[in-house]
């Protein structure tokens, strides 16, 4: 994506709307604010800097970023006044997943006691509960909808892959925490 495209496909929304652009810190942002760029030349500072509040910017719209290495963006698109919030989402707390367990699995009539073992869960994957780093909630949701048909699988069955869990010391937990580490080290 470029500049143009950038601005034609924002010209096509009606306000208000809400605008996401995902992975910021991977967008292959090109030149510095002083330079044009030419066609055909990934998205450039100058141009972000008028999506979120330029010649492209329009009232009534939403914008939200993401990105997964803050420090990577630019100081610029991040500046007070032009991001007027941040949130870092962090690691998974106990409660955060007890919450997530009991909201897939309140309404699954399997007769379980859904709080019991929402708090078996949650012990499994509290911080400092095992060796390894802590997980995200959207890992855990990945783990509660890969076994969303029988919310004891959740607790016990081991990881979709066997064998890599296998050789990363067992336990599912144990597991993702372990394909994690070799994923942020690559």
């Known amino acids: 994506m470029d500049d143009a495209s950038l601005f034609q496909l924002l010209a096509t ?11 910021l810190d991977a967008a292959a942002v090109s030149c510095s604010r002083g330079e044009a760029p030419s066609a055909g030349d990934p998205l450039s500072l100058s141009g972000l800097l008028d999506v979120f509040d330029g010649v492209a910017a329009k009232e009534g719209r939403l914008l939200f970023i993401t990105t997964n290495y803050v420090d990577a963006l ?13 949130v870092e989402l962090r690691q998974a707390t106990r409660a955060q997943a007890t919450r997530l367990f009991i909201n897939f699995f ?3 009539g399997q007769g379980a006691d859904v709080s019991a073992l929402a708090a078996e869960f949650a012990r499994k994957v509290e911080p400092g509960s095992h060796d390894r780093q802590s997980l995200t909630c959207a890992e855990l949701q990945g783990r509660l909808m890969r076994h969303r048909a029988a919310q004891s699988a959740a607790l016990v069955e081991p990881a979709p892959n066997a064998a ?13 925490c372990s394909r994690k580490h070799t994923h942020s080290s690559a």
Do not use: F, H, Q, Y
């Open 13 to 23: 929304m009606t306000s208000p709307c809400v605008l996401l652009l995902e992975n």
């Open 74 to 86: 630019a100081p610029a698109l991040i500046r007070d006044g032009r991001c007027d919030v941040k």
């Open 106 to 108: 309140s309404e699954d």
């Open 164 to 176: 890599a869990e296998a050789a990363s010391d067992g336990p599912w937990v144990g597991g993702l």
